[in-house]
């Protein structure tokens, strides 16, 4: 067959993909267009700026992401930081076609999955945004499609990248550190071996001991912040009653002074003027305090447990409300909309050091200090994000078809059946609940928060209608240990979406004949 012929049949398979992607591609074009050259979000966009310019990891939040922008500081443009996220959110879209083509999905279905990440206005909206949102969203899937790829005998680079990938993403946010858990507690699950589970830790172990040396450089204490307990500290404050905790008298000034009915949001004790932090002498941000406050978080955690899960129940709630909600507040949920992108959420003159503003480091990096409105792209993307977004209560759904699919999975074999409990939606679905849950039982609610785990939801949903036995039911009679290394050198995969995977590369069962990877007539997803 010519390379023409090649080229005609893979356009006609994915032909319905390629028009979405299309339409994706435009909306960012007309997102870079309308607001130039990016959205700034506030003190965070001007922290990961400031680690960027001085090569100093910030004490309140991880600062992995102000490598990135490190990376991309020759081109001396936020245009160009922005147009590399919008790529990475079309590729995490090609990953979740790909992958569910993969596992059987037909076009429609798998493209059908894609949507929210490639036409979600909000979704445009964070990654035109100065935040790791869409750098961290992109390597988690990259970890996912990694551990999916091989259905058998998954090679063990791609176990050990990884592992590698989420380590990463985990000095990008600090949710990455429980999902590099989770996967390395998945692997065990599925009996990878002691070799390949050992060489991922290793490789997750690499680049979080790396940031907590750069971090001990700077302060001269291993640690990722100073501001971990402080967060937690601050989720405790929507109910704790030191009536009821009884801290200790250097733990006092923490305590809150207005009734549980009337106090705001978790997340606003850290940053409203009269919050209790102030009331202990040193920087917002300090080892000493966040210490102080972690010891805080903990009691009243172990002393009102119930007031707890309950908050920490209703804020993960918050996320299947069909319309976004106004959590923690009006003008923090407005930093996601685009009617508000030009917003100075942060003052261009705040000081941030000695000879220092927020417009100084703005404009030594990118040469502005400001988000433009370019009509009339600006008001085309103001009109589009009142309709095309994922409802929350669509989400939940996605979410309850993902958990389906593992209870499918239960059927010849059920717990019994390790290697393959669970199905091939078993890691995703639980990396998506982590997503959901860890930010507010670590902190708050954020919409942001949502759209980084709504990728690996759509996914996870897919996969709830992948064949469940490639290979038929020899593939299941053969055990073979996923990580086993073959004798032949493994291919990688370079092939597009839904073409067979190379003979080199074992992605079928030695037992079973090979599968085509996108097989038509199996239910879509």
């Avoid at 001396?76 to 992958?99: D, E, K, N, R």
Wanted: charge should be positive; proline fraction near 9%.
């Amino acid at each position: 067959m010519s390379r023409l012929a090649v080229t005609r049949s893979f356009l006609n398979r994915h032909r319905l993909f390629i028009v979405v992607l299309g339409v994706g591609l435009t909306l960012r074009v007309i997102t870079m267009l309308g607001f130039p050259p990016a959205i700034w979000f506030g003190g965070d966009s001007a922290s990961y700026l400031s680690t960027a310019l001085y090569h100093a990891p910030g004490t309140s939040r991880l600062s992995g992401y102000g490598a990135v922008l490190f990376v991309l500081s020759p081109f001396h443009s936020f245009a160009a930081v922005t147009a590399v996220q919008h790529l990475l959110g079309l590729a995490t879209g090609v990953m979740i076609y790909a992958l569910l083509r993969r596992y059987g999905l037909p076009a429609w279905g798998a493209t059908l999955a894609a949507l929210p990440v490639l036409l979600d206005a909000y979704q445009l909206e964070l990654e035109h945004t100065i935040l790791p949102s869409a750098a961290f969203g992109f390597l988690v899937m990259v970890a996912v499609t990694l551990t999916l790829w091989w259905r058998d005998r998954r090679p063990l680079w791609a176990t050990v990248t990884a592992g590698f990938v989420l380590a990463v993403a985990a000095s990008l946010w600090p949710v990455g550190l429980p999902l590099l858990i989770v996967f390395l507690l998945y692997l065990a699950v599925r009996r990878v071996g002691w070799r390949a589970l050992g060489a991922a830790t290793l490789a997750g172990v690499l680049p979080l001991a790396g940031y907590v040396l750069w971090f001990h450089s700077h302060y001269g204490r291993f640690a990722f912040t100073d501001s971990d307990g402080i967060y937690l500290w601050s989720r405790t404050m929507t109910f704790a009653n030191c009536a009821v905790i009884k801290p200790p008298a250097d733990e006092l000034a923490l305590c809150p002074r207005q009734p549980v009915a009337q106090r705001p949001a978790a997340s606003t004790f850290i940053w409203e003027p009269n919050s209790p932090l102030n009331n202990v002498p040193g920087p917002k941000f300090s080892a000493h305090k966040n210490a102080l406050a972690k010891n805080f978080a903990l009691r009243a955690i172990a002393a009102q447990p119930g007031g707890y899960f309950s908050d920490v129940a209703h804020d993960a709630l918050l996320a299947f409300y069909w319309n976004n909600p106004d959590h923690p507040s009006l003008a923090m949920a407005q930093r996601y909309e685009f009617a508000f992108a030009t917003t100075h959420w942060i003052s261009p003159g705040y000081a941030l050091g000695p000879g220092r503003t927020v417009a100084s480091d703005q404009l030594k990096y990118g040469g502005v200090s400001s988000t433009r409105a370019v009509e009339p792209f600006a008001g085309w993307l103001r009109g589009y994000q009142r309709f095309a977004y994922l409802p929350g209560a669509l989400l939940g759904v996605l979410l309850l078809i993902g958990l389906g699919g593992i209870v499918r999975s239960w059927r010849g074999g059920g717990f019994r059946r390790l290697g393959g409990w669970g199905g091939p939606g078993l890691f995703p679905w639980v990396a998506s609940v982590t997503l959901l849950l860890v930010p507010v039982m670590t902190a708050d609610f954020s919409e942001r928060y949502v759209l980084i785990a709504m990728p690996v939801i759509c996914l996870a949903a897919g996969l709830a209608f992948a064949r469940r036995d490639p290979g038929g039911p020899a593939a299941v009679a053969t055990p073979a240990s996923p990580e086993a290394v073959p004798a032949a050198p493994e291919a990688v995969p370079t092939a597009g979406p839904g073409t067979p995977a190379s003979p080199a590369a074992p992605a079928e069962s030695p037992a079973a004949p090979a599968t085509k990877s996108a097989a038509p007539g199996h239910r879509p997803g």
